[in-house]
């Protein structure tokens, strides 16, 4: 089975520019969830969607960070305009409620702002 | 709130011999548990969870974990390290007392070094 999958996996752009990072969940889940993990604060959950409904999105640091949920297999994290300190790795993970499953992690993007 | 704390950032142990890596929560009501592990540039991996019943815990990798509620601890073990344990640890919590809780809180996570 497919697991999940994030796009791009490496990302090197300028202060100022728009990012977009996106989400392919494990078909059949229905939560996804955006985390951000640095050396300084280690693993943050960002936001997160419930039947792509965003249910808990009080760990978006500021209104640069927005994210959508379009349809259940597609999920885009974007940042504008862009800052050094958004410089990180980002996750996107997705479960299957009822079952207490795991969250199953993707490979992340590594973001990094010039 | 739910919070873990990781007490050690690192954790060097000679190959062969038992591995302990600490974890202990805190809740507002009863807890599950997980442990994950992730390698350099990738993700995070599920190794391990409790939910409930036998406390002592089995899961990938020869990986256990015991689940003590008196000391609010979930401590990850394995019997014989191997080199390839080598990787970041991380313990997070999900406080189900909370109803449509789906929110973990993970760990500062313990950089696990396995010596040959």
């Known amino acids: 089975d497919a697991g999940v999958i994030q796009s791009p996996r490496h990302e090197v752009t300028e202060m100022g520019q728009e990012v977009t990072l996106r989400c392919k969940p494990i078909s059949g889940h229905d939560y996804l969830f955006w985390y951000r993990q640095t050396m300084m604060r280690g693993l943050e959950l960002l936001i997160y969607f419930n039947n792509n409904v965003p249910i808990d999105d009080s760990g978006m640091p500021e209104d640069r960070f927005s994210a959508k949920m379009p349809n259940a297999s597609f999920s885009t994290l974007k940042i504008q305009p862009s800052e050094p300190r958004d410089s990180a790795v980002y996750f996107c993970?997705?479960?299957?409620?009822?079952?207490?499953?795991?969250?199953?992690f993707g490979d992340g993007t590594r973001l990094s702002i010039l | 709130a739910q919070s873990v704390a990781q007490p050690e950032d690192q954790v060097n142990v000679a190959e062969g011999n038992p591995l302990t890596v600490k974890c202990t929560y805190s809740?507002?009501?009863?807890?599950?548990l997980f442990w994950y592990v992730q390698y350099p540039n990738r993700g995070l991996q599920f190794l391990l969870k409790y939910i409930t019943g036998d406390n002592l815990v089995k899961g990938s990798y020869g990986f256990e974990a015991e689940f003590n509620k008196s000391q609010t601890s979930f401590h990850l073990k394995k019997p014989s390290a191997l080199v390839s344990d080598s990787a970041l640890y991380f313990c997070a919590v999900r406080d189900i007392s909370n109803f449509g809780n789906e929110k973990l809180t993970f760990g500062t996570g313990t950089r696990l070094t396995i010596i040959p």
């Open positions: 809740v507002s009501g009863n807890p599950y």
């Open positions: 993970a997705s479960s299957l409620t009822g079952q207490v499953m795991a969250q199953h």
